[in-house]
């Protein structure tokens, strides 16, 4: 009767071959048929056998004599312990044996380098001590495929590079058969988290920054036109103009504020929207409709201050007048505030009335600024 064992190959030289029997019983025929020599070997060497699977194919035999070709005569295969064999190799010990061993990881990998999709990140894992690829999954339901686009935010979220990754692995017979992976930096991503990146993103939009763009007013859309709308639409809740005016008026301080809070607040037009400037200053334009005119009210964080141009709503509609807008926030993108406050003094357009209206600070005899300003503003508005 022929005796067919399996083995791994655990060093291999020039002439010489070691090998591990890792299946006492293997019927494989066909497997060991097709095995070729590649080259003349004058010299086997076995490792260490387990003595409870050779032991069955033996009718005589004298113990004292085996014994030191054997790992022990009281171990089973699935209870070998590797400190018990420490001459092999972590990766020949995976592939001996039978019971299933677990091996817990630490894995450290930037947030750009993750995929996001529906409900779950995955990440491609080299597991080095079995030469393998694994396809590491982590799961979120608050996790979306178009996360994609803003994933570059969260080291400024979570004050980190990457993100640190535990990997329990189950291996049996040199093969991973399942794993459990957790992240507590990915559990932190929900509602909350990406609030902060809405934070971070109208912060970035509010910095000075040169856009090259002929537009000098932007509404919802074109504003992120010229940013990047698919990033916005990578929320489930985009940016809107009214979201950047509530960041400033409840998380910053700003000189103006209750300035921006009464014309958003009471004198914003509900039929119209809400403008924003990027140059030559960050600001707000609101839309007043008065009994005859219609009013273009131009705040700019932290200004001394507002600028009111008010047209005749008879003769103009309100793409007309953003037009207009458009030119004479252009020029004073180009000549400044002081040129532009001067020219109108001398050379006063026929199609509008402009005014500037300071905001006065309150003083030691209990003026009240705002109040001042705020009286001043509606005389014009009619």
Same mark, same amino acid.
């Given at each position: ?12 030289d020039?002439? @010489?071959?070691?090998?591990? &029997? #890792? ?13 070729k020599?590649?080259?003349?070997v ?8 387990? /003595?409870?699977? +050779?032991?069955?194919m ?13 790992l ?7 209870? &070998?312990?590797w400190?018990r064999?420490? *001459?092999i190799k %972590? ?6 044996t039978e ?21 779950? &990140? ?12 694994l ?6 339901? /608050? =996790?979306?495929p178009?996360m @994609?686009?803003? %994933?570059y ?10 993100? *640190?990754i535990?990997i329990?692995? %189950? =291996?049996?017979?040199?093969q991973?058969?399942d794993? *459990? ?14 609030e902060v #990146?809405?934070? &971070?993103?109208i912060?970035? #939009?509010?910095?000075? +920054? ?8 932007y509404?919802?859309?074109?504003? /992120?036109d ?18 950047? $005016?509530?960041?400033? $008026? ?37 839309v007043?409709?008065g009994? @005859?005119m ?18 005749? %709503? ?25 040129f532009?406050?001067q ?8 199609d ?22 705020? *009286? ?7």
């Amino acid at each position: 009767m022929a005796v067919i064992w399996q083995a791994l190959v655990t060093t291999l030289d020039m002439h @010489q071959i070691s090998l591990q &029997i #890792i299946d006492y019983e293997s019927n494989n025929l066909d497997r060991f048929r097709l095995q070729k020599m590649k080259r003349a070997v004058t010299h086997i060497h076995l490792e260490l056998m387990d /003595w409870p699977s +050779f032991e069955k194919m033996l009718s005589v035999y004298q113990v004292n004599e085996l014994k030191p070709y054997f790992l022990s005569q009281e171990t089973t295969p699935d209870e &070998i312990s590797w400190n018990r064999i420490p *001459e092999i190799k %972590k990766s020949v010990q995976l592939q001996l044996t039978e019971k299933v061993v677990q091996e817990k990881i630490k894995h450290s990998i930037p947030f750009e380098e993750l995929d996001y999709h529906a409900g779950y &990140i995955c990440f491609s894992y080299h597991y080095p001590e079995l030469d393998e690829k694994l396809e590491i999954k982590i799961h979120n339901p /608050w =996790i979306y495929p178009s996360m @994609q686009l803003v %994933k570059y935010y969260f080291p400024k979220v979570f004050k980190k590079k990457n993100a *640190e990754i535990t990997i329990l692995l %189950k =291996i049996q017979k040199g093969q991973v058969i399942d794993y *459990e992976a957790s992240c507590d930096d990915l559990d932190k991503i929900n509602n909350q988290s990406m609030e902060v #990146i809405k934070d &971070i993103r109208i912060g970035e #939009i509010s910095e000075p +920054f040169e856009y090259q763009s002929p537009l000098h007013i932007y509404n919802d859309q074109t504003i /992120w036109d010229l940013i990047d709308r698919d990033l916005n639409n990578a929320s489930p809740d985009p940016i809107q103009i009214e979201d950047i $005016l509530h960041y400033w $008026l409840e998380k910053k301080e700003v000189r103006n504020k209750k300035q921006l809070a009464y014309l958003s607040g009471h004198l914003q037009s509900p039929q119209e929207k809400i403008h924003i400037t990027l140059n030559p200053d960050f600001g707000f334009l609101f839309v007043i409709n008065g009994d @005859q005119m219609k009013h273009f009210c131009w705040e700019l964080l932290d200004s001394n201050a507002s600028y009111l141009w008010s047209f005749d %709503k008879k003769a103009f509609s309100t793409s007309d007048c953003l037009y207009q807008l458009t030119q004479i926030i252009g020029v004073i993108k180009t000549r400044g505030r002081n040129f532009y406050r001067q020219e109108m003094k001398i050379n006063p357009s026929p199609d509008y009335m402009f005014c500037a209206i300071h905001h006065e600070p309150d003083d030691i005899n209990r003026i009240d600024g705002f109040r001042s300003w705020k *009286e001043r503003l509606e005389a014009k508005l009619i």
